[in-house]
């Protein structure tokens, strides 16, 4: 028999600051690298996304027609702190104050993320994740949101697909790497990130009792190519290197004996200074928030039909490559669909840490067509949410603690670097890649569908 969701599930929707805000440097803002960077050609920029910030109202009012129970949304840091430390930016606080109660007005809880790729540009040109002092700046930046925000946000997430930072970096926010090993580098940041996570795990606790605190990376179950006991040990490395060293870290507060030997055999290991080690063994997360969109499938040889879109590196020799799965079925985008590898994901993490864990992102990017009417036919998205649900379900009959589900994205944004042609929301954006048109709000055939996923509590 199938166990229910909880009664006080979390139902949600997810976001992040410059994929939707817009307002890029309004009201003192200060630039962020994604405010900065180049796009590719054809794809827009962040510099007004979907308006959000001055249309924050009209969206959470449809966010609760939705019945959303909750909200997941990121702040800019570069809004809070222009230059990323230094004087407060009031105008940045008054903003998240007005977001977070106008979401409380209607009742939907607010899950806030602290960093979502958007590190202030200020902090980039000092050497960004590579300069040390970053822990103490992001701790600074944590006590500024916990003070502020503290006495309503119940829910925190420290930072968005650290995991994927460092294995995509170009890709997702960190775009210049200045020495000659820049692998090592950013194996240097992602300790920094590591370290500054813990610092504002432990302050959380202090400052916010009541309040819970989790990491949030991109976690993919890794299948071997086949039973070849080589390709499940490429699967094991990759598992180790791009999934186990961030939730290892966080949650037991050491990174695991395979990714450091991988990092030592690459001579990419991260300086450790005295005192580190305290720092990440001090804090521990009350939950895991992770990112789900596929599994991944890997081997001992290099593959060349896989797309390494967004999934991290194509491979590296001798430890593991990425291989496409024929099993599965493929986006639009090319990114595969695998319900039952969430199922399987979810049970994984679960075994390995014992942890309540929150789905904060998960959904299908696709060429929505706004149809005569307003009207917008998204049955594959609806198509693809049902059957994870189904399988998020089963997870939960399975014994997972999941408290839980945020797909992304509650309404349609920019896409991480494929502009405003890839649609994942629930409400459709009236604009183009360039063309800003009138950016009305339309609800999508998904909006309606979704909203009886929640008011059933996921019987569908
Ligand atoms: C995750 C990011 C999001 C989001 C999503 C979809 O990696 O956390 O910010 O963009 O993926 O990715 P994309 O926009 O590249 O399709």
Same mark, same amino acid.
């Given at each position: 028999?199938?166990?229910?969701?909880?009664?006080?599930?979390?139902?949600?929707?997810?976001?992040?600051?410059?994929?939707?805000?817009?307002?890029?440097?309004?009201?003192?803002?200060?630039?962020?690298?994604?405010?900065?960077?180049?796009?590719?050609?054809n794809?827009?920029?962040?510099?007004?996304?979907?308006?959000?910030?001055?249309?924050?109202?009209?969206?959470?009012?449809?966010?609760?027609?939705?019945?959303?129970?909750?909200?997941?949304?990121s702040?800019?840091?570069?809004?809070?702190?222009?230059?990323g430390?230094?004087?407060?930016?009031?105008?940045?606080?008054?903003?998240y104050?007005?977001?977070i109660?106008?979401?409380?007005?209607?009742?939907?809880?607010?899950?806030?993320?602290?960093?979502?790729?958007?590190?202030?540009?200020?902090?980039?040109?000092?050497?960004?994740?590579?300069?040390?002092?970053?822990?103490?700046?992001?701790?600074?930046?944590?006590?500024?949101?916990f003070?502020?925000?503290?006495?309503?946000?119940?829910?925190?997430?420290?930072?968005?697909?650290?995991?994927?930072?460092?294995?995509?970096?170009?890709?997702?926010?960190?775009?210049?790497?200045?020495?000659?090993?820049?692998?090592?580098?950013?194996?240097?940041?992602?300790?920094?990130?590591?370290?500054?996570?813990?610092?504002?795990?432990?302050?959380?606790?202090?400052?916010?009792?009541?309040?819970?605190?989790?990491?949030?990376p991109?976690?993919?179950?890794?299948?071997?190519?086949?039973?070849?006991?080589? $390709?499940?040990l490429?699967?094991?490395n990759?598992?180790?290197?791009?999934?186990?060293?961030?939730?290892?870290?966080?949650?037991?507060?050491?990174?695991?004996?395979?990714?450091?030997?991988?990092?030592?055999?690459?001579?990419?290991?991260?300086?450790?200074?005295?005192?580190?080690?305290?720092?990440?063994?001090?804090?521990?997360?009350?939950?895991?928030?992770?990112?789900?969109?596929?599994?991944?499938?890997?081997?001992?040889?290099?593959?060349?039909?896989?797309?390494?879109?967004?999934?991290?590196?194509? /491979?590296?020799?001798g430890?593991?490559?990425?291989?496409?799965?024929?099993?599965?079925?493929?986006?639009?985008?090319?990114?595969?669909? $695998?319900?039952?590898?969430?199922?399987?994901?979810?049970?994984?993490?679960?075994?390995?840490?014992?942890?309540?864990?929150?789905?904060?992102?998960n959904?299908l990017?696709?060429?929505?067509?706004?149809?005569?009417?307003?009207?917008?036919?998204?049955?594959?998205?609806?198509?693809?949410?049902?059957?994870?649900?189904?399988?998020?379900?089963?997870?939960?009959?399975? /014994?997972?603690?999941?408290? /839980?589900?945020?797909?992304?994205?509650?309404?349609?944004?920019?896409?991480?670097?494929?502009?405003?042609?890839?649609?994942?929301?629930?409400?459709?954006?009236?604009? $183009?890649?360039?063309d800003?048109?009138?950016?009305?709000?339309?609800?999508?055939?998904?909006?309606?569908?979704?909203?009886?996923?929640?008011?059933?509590?996921?019987?569908?």
């Amino acid at each position: 028999k199938l166990k229910d969701f909880s009664e006080d599930f979390l139902w949600g929707a997810s976001t992040s600051a410059y994929q939707v805000e817009g307002g890029w440097d309004e009201d003192g803002k200060g630039p962020s690298v994604q405010d900065m960077a180049e796009h590719p050609e054809n794809t827009s920029d962040f510099k007004t996304s979907i308006d959000h910030y001055h249309r924050y109202k009209e969206d959470i009012k449809l966010f609760s027609e939705m019945g959303l129970k909750a909200y997941r949304f990121s702040i800019a840091w570069s809004r809070i702190l222009p230059k990323g430390f230094g004087e407060i930016n009031h105008k940045g606080i008054e903003f998240y104050n007005n977001l977070i109660n106008e979401l409380l007005s209607y009742n939907i809880e607010p899950i806030v993320t602290m960093y979502h790729f958007d590190l202030p540009y200020s902090l980039e040109k000092k050497g960004g994740w590579s300069n040390y002092e970053i822990v103490d700046l992001f701790e600074n930046y944590g006590k500024i949101l916990f003070s502020n925000f503290g006495d309503r946000v119940k829910y925190w997430l420290t930072i968005n697909e650290q995991n994927i930072m460092i294995l995509n970096n170009k890709a997702v926010g960190i775009p210049n790497l200045s020495t000659k090993n820049p692998k090592k580098e950013l194996y240097q940041q992602n300790h920094h990130m590591l370290l500054a996570q813990a610092k504002v795990m432990k302050l959380c606790h202090i400052m916010c009792p009541d309040a819970k605190i989790g990491p949030a990376p991109n976690i993919a179950y890794i299948y071997p190519a086949s039973s070849d006991p080589e $390709d499940v040990l490429a699967a094991q490395n990759f598992s180790s290197i791009r999934n186990w060293l961030y939730l290892d870290a966080a949650v037991f507060g050491r990174y695991n004996n395979t990714a450091w030997s991988y990092m030592k055999e690459k001579n990419i290991t991260p300086n450790i200074k005295k005192g580190d080690e305290e720092i990440l063994s001090e804090a521990k997360p009350d939950f895991i928030a992770f990112n789900y969109y596929s599994t991944i499938t890997a081997s001992k040889k290099p593959s060349f039909d896989f797309n390494t879109d967004q999934q991290g590196a194509a /491979g590296e020799q001798g430890v593991y490559y990425i291989t496409s799965n024929p099993n599965l079925e493929k986006t639009e985008f090319n990114w595969e669909i $695998d319900p039952i590898g969430f199922r399987i994901t979810l049970r994984e993490i679960s075994g390995r840490y014992n942890l309540p864990l929150l789905v904060s992102e998960n959904g299908l990017g696709a060429f929505d067509k706004l149809e005569k009417g307003d009207v917008v036919n998204d049955d594959y998205r609806i198509d693809y949410l049902r059957k994870h649900i189904e399988q998020a379900k089963l997870a939960v009959t399975d /014994g997972v603690q999941l408290i /839980g589900y945020c797909p992304w994205s509650a309404i349609d944004l920019v896409s991480t670097h494929q502009g405003f042609k890839k649609r994942y929301g629930f409400i459709y954006v009236n604009r $183009d890649e360039f063309d800003l048109k009138d950016l009305r709000r339309i609800r999508k055939k998904s909006f309606y569908w979704y909203k009886n996923v929640i008011k059933s509590n996921g019987k569908i």
